[in-house]
């Protein structure tokens, strides 16, 4: 069987990246296995997880339902490239203050989620939080950390929409 293989270049936690990458092939291989980028985890491989999420162009996406010639011309952002000269993102931080950590598996997917929502810049409710991060699932059931995380991030930054 041939495959069909096409350029994808973009922009992947600063730095251009140009890869041939077969036509069916997801932008979690792609960033994982090409890129060596494993913050991005693969847990249920249809979308239902986030473990698995970036951010495409502001906009998360769960990268194992998405091509990867989808994201030609576009810039994605991991877990890699959240963090400035070897420091953690004040969302990172408050992940670990809020104990918001228990086996670790779903945490890329869902700070990037958090970091998404952080950058909007708007200030919402628990409940609003929570239906947010709603496309991400945590297996040990650390939701109310998680949540506090977020909520007290965006208490501190108020309305400027800095996620870090």
């Known amino acids: 069987m041939n495959?069909?293989?096409r350029l994808v270049q973009c922009v992947v936690n600063g730095t251009e990246v140009?890869?041939?990458v077969d036509?069916?092939?997801s932008l979690l291989d792609m960033l994982r296995n090409r890129l060596g980028l494993t913050s991005v985890k693969k847990g249920c491989e249809v979308?239902?997880?986030g473990a698995c999420t970036v951010i495409v162009d502001g906009e998360t996406v769960d990268s194992c339902i998405y091509l990867a010639v989808w994201a030609d011309g576009k810039?994605?952002?991991t877990l890699e490239?959240?963090?400035k000269d070897g420091a953690l993102t004040r969302i990172q931080e408050a992940f670990i203050e809020e104990g918001a950590i228990q086996c670790g598996f779903c945490?890329?997917?869902f700070v990037m989620s958090a970091t998404a929502l952080l950058e909007r810049g708007e200030t919402l409710s628990r409940e609003?939080?929570?239906r947010e991060m709603s496309g991400n699932l945590c297996r040990c059931t650390g939701y109310q950390n998680i949540i506090n995380a977020v909520e007290k991030v965006m208490k501190e930054q108020g309305n400027h929409g800095e996620a870090e």
Do not use: W
Request: a negative charge.
């Open 3 to 5: 495959k069909e293989m």
């Open 23 to 25: 036509v069916r092939e």
């Open 47 to 49: 979308g239902e997880c």
């Open 128 to 130: 609003a939080i929570r």
């Open 18 to 20: 140009a890869e041939y």
């Open 81 to 83: 490239g959240l963090e």
């Open 75 to 77: 810039n994605i952002r």
């Open 107 to 109: 945490t890329p997917g």
